[in-house]
C-alpha cells in the first residue's frame, strides 16, 4: 500500500486505561503500539486522540456493565490512565484531539465536535487511516464518521483490537458494509 502526501494516519486512543492494568482494559491493547509504531513514519500527517473524560462523566457506573452508558471509570482528564500508552511515540507536532470532555455527552468518534474533518480537509488529506483502542466503538464510529465527512477510510486490523469478539466481529462487519477498507501494518511499502 502506498502512501501519500494526502493521507493521514489516526491513532485512536491508545491510552494506559485502555491496555492492560488499566481500568477499562482491553485485551491485547498494548498489543497495536508496535503495528502502530512500525507505520507512522509513513505518513506525514499524524492525529492522536484520546478519551478525556470529566470525573462525573455520564458514561461511567458504580456497578459497570461494560456496554454503552455503563462503563468503569477511565480516561479521566489529567489522570495516569488517560496518558497515552508509554511504548507509543507521540510526535510533538502531530494534531492532537480530545474526545468525550462534556459530563453530559459521550462521545466515540475521533470527529464528534473536535474540528478533525476541518483540520483534515485544510491540510489537503482526502485518505484516513485509522488504527488504535477499540475497535467495536471509538475506532468503528471515527471510521463510519470519517467516511460520512467524505474521507475514504482505510482500518489497519492488527493496529486495532475490541472490547469483545462479537462486537467486534459486528463493528467489522459493519465497517465493510459502510465502505471502509482494511489492511494491516506489513501492506506499507
Known sequence: MKIHDTDALIVVDVQNDFCPGGALAICGGDQVVTPIN???????????SRDWHPRDHCSFSGAPEFRDGSWPEHCVQDSPGAEFHGGLRV????????????????SYSAFDETGLADTLRKRGVNRVFIAGLATDYCVKTSALEALREGFEVVVIEDGCRGVSKDTTDAALVEMREAGVRFCRSGDFL
Do not use: I
Not at 512500525?38 to 492522536?48: K, T
Not at 474526545?99 to 453530559?104: G, L, M, P, Q, V
Open 91 to 106: 510526535p510533538l507536532d502531530a494534531v492532537f484531539v480530545y474526545k468525550a470532555t462534556h459530563s453530559d455527552k459521550e
Open 38 to 48: 512500525r507505520v507512522m513514519g509513513a505518513f506525514e500527517h499524524l492525529v492522536f
